[in-house]
């Protein structure tokens, strides 16, 4: 069966600082990927999509970037992150005609 | 553009109350709908799906009708438990976003079932 993993589950970080969140996937091969963002209190916003490897689609201008370096591995990343960064992140993947599923998740916090 | 609208919340029920999440989208296509749902702290489980007009998609006693008429799929449950308390999401997916059938969400309901 398939298996998505998000890590870590929660990170506090000091404003200003890098980012690396990382997603990957088990059990299935050329899924689509899938990068949320979810405020406090909020709805779901898409941020990045991939149909495959080294394939990125951005959905809206922020100081965040994703990458594909693998098949089963998507990657969020910021050089400096902002205050509006904060949010629960959650990735995402879907194949064929499956509906999405989501992973745990990751809750930002930027000091 | 496609969106979903979502009945606002927060919600609060008692236990064994009938439950009803308004949920209408407006879409250029044919669309999949679904309800995600979440529990606190946690990702989105998808709770039901309905792929054409007229299905009824149920799962752990929710249920919800796509209504192609109403552009509807309200999600009801005839009977709810603490155990339900969760936001729930509305979302659809359209084919003729290529193969990417990205997902365009509600603004999320929460509901708080007391005992």
């Known amino acids: 069966s398939q298996t998505i993993h998000q890590w870590p589950a929660t990170l506090v970080q000091p404003v200003g600082s890098p980012l690396s969140l990382e997603c990957t996937v088990e059990?299935?091969?050329?899924?689509?990927l899938y990068w949320y963002r979810q405020a406090a209190g909020r709805g779901l916003q898409l941020l990045f999509y991939?149909?495959?490897?080294?394939?990125i689609s951005s959905e809206v201008p922020q100081n965040l970037s994703a990458s594909r370096p693998q098949d089963r591995q998507f990657i969020l990343s910021s050089k400096k992150l902002l205050l509006s960064d904060s949010g629960f992140y959650l990735c995402?993947?879907?194949?064929?005609?499956?509906?999405?599923?989501f992973g745990d998740g990751t809750r930002l916090s930027i000091l | 553009g496609d969106s979903v609208t979502q009945m606002e919340g927060p919600v609060t029920l008692s236990e064994e109350a009938f439950l009803t999440i308004n949920c209408t989208y407006t879409?250029?296509?044919?669309?999949?709908l679904f309800w995600y749902v979440q529990y606190p702290g946690e990702g989105l489980q998808l709770l039901l799906k309905?792929?054409?007009?007229?299905d009824k998609g149920s799962n752990k006693g929710f249920e919800a009708t796509y209504r192609k008429e109403t552009t509807s799929f309200h999600l009801e449950k005839g009977s709810v438990q603490v155990s339900d308390s969760a936001v729930y999401f509305c979302?659809?997916?359209?084919?003729?976003?290529?193969?990417?059938?990205?997902?365009?969400f509600g603004s999320g309901t929460q509901l708080t079932v007391l005992p």
């Open positions: 995402a993947w879907r194949q064929g005609n499956q509906p999405q599923h």
């Open positions: 059990g299935t091969s050329n899924p689509n």
């Open positions: 991939s149909v495959g490897i080294g394939q």
């Open positions: 879409a250029t296509g044919y669309p999949s």
């Open positions: 309905a792929t054409k007009a007229d």
């Open positions: 979302a659809l997916s359209l084919i003729s976003s290529g193969s990417a059938r990205q997902l365009t």
